[in-house]
Structure formats: C-alpha cells, structure tokens
C-alpha cells in the first residue's frame, strides 16, 4: 500500500510538464536533509555510497551492501527513493532481473540501469545485450510497479560530436523500446543538444546537472523531465570537510563550527524517524 | 607490527609538551580526507557514525555495525584511529571489556569510554561502578597497547560551578587510579575551568572544543594534552549539503558543485587504499 503508492507518486512525477528536481542521498542523514529540504523524491548516487564505505565506482560496493544502504533510507523516508544500481551487478540479464527484484524489495520504487562495463577494452556493452538487460529489469521491476532509468554512457565516456548524438539517440530509443521509462544521458551540458536529445529520444529525458549546465528552469524550458546530480552534494559536503580540516590545521581555530545543525536538531530529526525494528 | 607500532605511537601523541589534535571521522571519506590533511591520528565520533546509518545517541546502533565502521577505517588508514565507543555497550564491567576487546581486535588503538547511563532519572553511572568499567576497560586493553580515554559527562550533562568542578575532578581521578590513560572533560570552554582542571586532575587532559572554545595554540598553553570536535566536522559536512539543497530548491542553480573535489579526485583517493580483501 504505502510502498505501491509511493511507486504510483514517483511515475506521475515524470509525467511532465514538470521538471523533477530528484537531488541524491549518499547516507541516512543526507536522506534526511535533503527531504526535510522539500523535494518530492529523492535518488541514491552509487558513487557516494561508494565514498562512505570505500570503494570505487564500478560495483566494487557488493550488491548487499549497497541493498543495505538503501533499504535503511528507503525504510524511514516519506518520499519515494530511487536506487542507483550501476550496471545492474550482473553479467547476464538475469542476474539485472535479480538485482532489480532485490531493489524493489529493499523499498525503492526506482532503479537506474547503466550500458557500462568498467572495462578499458569495451566500455559500452554491446547494444542488443544492453537492450536484453533492461527488458528483464522492466520486467522484474514491473509486479512492484517499479520505474526504471536506462543510462547511456555514450557522452560521459568522452563522446562528442554527431558520432556520440546519433549512437545515443539509437541506445536511448533501443532501450525505449525495452520497456524503459525514462532515459539517463549523462554528460551533456549544451542546451542545443539537450534540446535535440529532447526531441529525438521516445521517451521522457533526464539529465545530469554539472557546473555549467543549464539551470533547472531552463531544463524545464527544454522539456527535460529529470534532472540529477550524482555525487556533487556528497563532495560538495566533503568539501566543508576539507575546508574545516585546512582551518583547524592552520589556523586552529573552530570557524566552521558556526554553519552546521545542531547536534540537537540532527537527533531530534533521527528520532523523528524511529527505526521501525524497535 | 603495524598494529602495535600505532599503538605506541599513539600513546606517544599524548606524552605532551604538544596539544594532539585529534579530528573525528564520521565515514570512511571522512577518514581518508582528514588524514591526507595532514592530522598524525584521528578518532570516530559516534554521533556522526550514528548520523549516517540513522541512529541517535546512545548506543541505539548496535556494537556489531558501530565495529565494522571503525574496523573498515582502521584497516586502510596509515595513522592511529581511537574509537569513541559511547559507555563501552555493557551493564556490567565484563561487557565493557568485551567491547574494549573487539574494538581492539577492529584496529582501533585508543578508546573512549563515558560514564553515562542515557537514562533521565540517574544519568550518570554510580562513581565506583564507572571505575569498575574504566578499570576493565584498561585491562582488556592492556594486550593490544591500547589507549584508554575515560570521559566524564559531569559538565556536559549540564553541570555548573565549583560544586560540577570538584564532581569532576573527583570522577576524573578516581579513573586515572582505576587505569585511565587520559581523561576526558566535554563541555567545558571557559580558559579559568580548563586550567584548574590541568593543574587538579592527575593524568593528560582531554577538551571537546566548540564554538568559542580556546584555540588550539592556547589549549597548549593551558596544558591540554589532546582536543577532539565530536560530531562538529559531521555536522560542518552537512550544513554544507543543506545549503546546496536551499540553492536547487529556491535558485534551481549549481553553485554548490564549485567547491568540491572532482569524482576523479575522490576514486583516485579510495584506490590509492585498495581494500586488502580484493
């Protein structure tokens, strides 16, 4: 009930003329902030889940692990959670089918489904397999009523140019026709081709913001339907670390203590959310 | 080798004249940022520990999933780490020294134990009990050279005046007797207090510093011999977070995203410790 609906409220958020600003939690109390910030859903970035725990991109976090963070968010936040699952830890589709299960299962109404290897020789999987693997994702996802994201990694491997547009125009609408809800282009930045992906893509687009990128009204302006972050707010908060170590070392002094929430407010706000196992 | 060359080395940290400043990690980024800032030791704060896997204060996360953080940290840092391991999980003595063990057995080399019950009506432990845990503590530590830090929460739990003064002074003694190796004092920031404490309470002193605290330079001068931030840097981390959050709520922009480490920065960072399982 609350899970279906939760699931039924993250598809109509997609549903346009809207752009959904879907900002992405690294940890419990990011999840936290940034639904008491007000937005309607929320994401998870592998990458700075990866951070907390130390690994590196690329499915290094194993699948339960991961599972783990996101049922923990998924459990006590009011708003949907999409998860980040990279590509699916799977070599085949249905071990994607499996993890898309586990990732419902764990409370997430969304997933996100990338074409990428993390191998040096062929960093794209091959296009029709790319396809198999999100068809049995839509498929595993769908008796959850569970969104899901296919991410092409055309642009953010370094493609440029007519070369890079036509091939993820191709995936985008190959992966359409598998049954995705909604197609990820990450690293895109000019507003003429977002505005070209817009139109040539068969289905709802979602962008990743990057410095320089255009801002969200103007990417609503676009017809873009999505647009996320990745891990820029989780560094954008290492980066308050970072400044906070530099003055204590130098400095020694305690400057930085005058921005942040109290320890008060942190718990007041972890006890408003009790975990339901005690 | 290893282990016990940081366990020597930490104890040395504390020999004074010099002030160790001792940062609090909250995560394994955390960890790895603040030793590349330079820091020769750093210690958890469970409080920001607590943050990140939703758990309030007061040992509501349970001593398995508190170890596994600190052993991940301690396993892939090069510098000493001490543990902040609340009342040392346990009702009795014997408990305490099981904790103190298995912190031990995680990597860390210095732990922390409160004495405090988390309870409204009796909220600290009974003076002689409290030196009964701190003495088992020491002893269970003894094998591993581990550095034992017994704090007191006579200040923090809202005492005042000379009558908290002399309360703390005795607590302070009667667990260096019982095998301390340092005493902690939160919840103190005036210079008068902070002095008196160096010259009554017989063993290195430990200040929690906050916001309008003596700087390190002067906490060195009053001879303190070890200041901690708590969940201060945690919480620095994520005003940073929420102030992006405002920015994308209110301007829909992405200002934020230009202080931050770049995503190559912080995978270089994670590899450059690679997990010693893989």
Redesign the interface.
């Known amino acids: 009930m609350a899970k279906n609906s939760k699931a039924e409220q993250f598809r109509a958020l997609h549903a346009g003329p809207r752009l959904l600003?879907l900002?992405n939690a690294w940890?419990?109390?990011?999840a936290?902030?940034?639904e008491r910030?007000?937005?309607n859903a929320l994401a998870t970035t592998s990458?700075g889940i990866?951070?907390?725990?130390?690994?590196?991109?690329g499915q290094?976090m194993p699948r339960q692990e991961m599972l783990s963070v996101i049922h923990?968010m998924a459990e006590?936040l009011s708003v949907p959670l999409s998860a980040d699952m990279e590509a699916g830890y799977g070599d085949s589709p249905q071990q994607v089918a499996e993890t898309t299960r586990l990732t419902a299962e764990a409370g997430a109404v969304g997933i996100n489904i990338e074409d990428r290897t993390y191998r040096q020789d062929q960093p794209l999987i091959e296009i029709q397999e790319a396809a198999d693997r999100v068809r049995a994702a839509c498929e595993a996802a769908r008796p959850f009523g569970m969104f899901v994201n296919a991410r092409t990694d055309v642009y953010w491997l370094g493609g440029t140019g007519e070369a890079a547009f036509a091939h993820t125009v191709q995936r985008a609408n190959t992966f359409r026709e598998a049954g995705a809800d909604c197609l990820f282009v990450p690293g895109v930045k000019d507003p003429q081709v977002i505005r070209r992906l817009v139109a040539e893509i068969d289905g709802p687009l979602n962008i990743l913001?990057?410095?320089g990128?255009p801002?969200?009204?103007e990417l609503e302006a676009m017809g873009v339907r999505r647009v996320t972050?990745?891990?820029?707010?989780?560094?954008?908060?290492?980066?308050?670390?970072?400044?906070?170590?530099?003055e204590?070392?130098t400095?020694?002094?305690?400057g930085?203590?005058?921005?942040?929430?109290?320890?008060a407010d942190?718990?007041r706000l972890?006890?408003r959310?009790p975990?339901p196992k005690?």
Do not use: K
């Open positions: 600003v900002p940890d419990f109390a990011s936290l902030l940034l910030a007000g937005f990458a990866g951070y907390t725990f130390g690994y590196p991109i290094a923990r006590r913001a990057g410095l990128s801002n969200t009204a972050f990745g891990a820029t707010m989780a560094r954008a908060a290492y980066a308050a670390l970072e400044q906070a170590a530099a204590l070392a400095a020694g002094t305690y930085f203590m005058s921005s942040g929430s109290a320890h942190m718990n972890l006890r959310h975990d005690s």
